[in-house]
């Protein structure tokens, strides 16, 4: 049995999928891109801005779970440009403090042409 996750503190998808899935004892979410829950607009132009944005959503999904980013296992990182790769990682090593197991790739293009995109999977 699983169950998906809905909340108004995260973008709504903007496709056919859920914002995250639980299942035998893990949370699986989608990409989270840096969209702003109550406009659906992208925050910011830089890729500081928007990694912020993103790790708010994140733990918006990581909230209506009742866990925080400590329960994060393995994230998946998208970048639009690997020359953003040192500012990604500021924001994200401030929120991310148990270094999870992750990747990093390039993409040439992320939905709305944001700089970038996380996914992650967290224990419950």
């Known amino acids: ?16 999928y859920s914002q995250a899935i639980s299942c035998n004892g893990f949370l699986f979410s989608s990409g989270q891109i840096p969209l702003m829950p109550k406009t659906g607009e992208i925050a910011g132009s830089t890729i500081e801005e928007q990694a912020e944005q993103v790790m708010k ?7 209506a779970n009742d ?3 400590d329960n994060v296992i393995k994230t998946t ?3 639009s440009d690997m020359g953003n790769f040192a500012s990604f990682n500021q924001i994200y090593s401030q929120y991310f403090k148990s270094k999870p197991a992750r990747s990093c790739v390039a993409a040439k293009e992320l939905p709305k042409n944001v700089l970038c995109e996380v996914e992650f999977i967290a224990v419950l």
């Open 77 to 79: 990182c998208f970048l």
């Open 57 to 63: 959503n994140i733990s918006a999904i990581l909230k």
């Open 67 to 69: 866990i925080d980013f």
């Open 1 to 16: 049995m699983f169950k998906i996750t809905n909340t108004p503190d995260a973008p709504e998808a903007i496709g056919p």
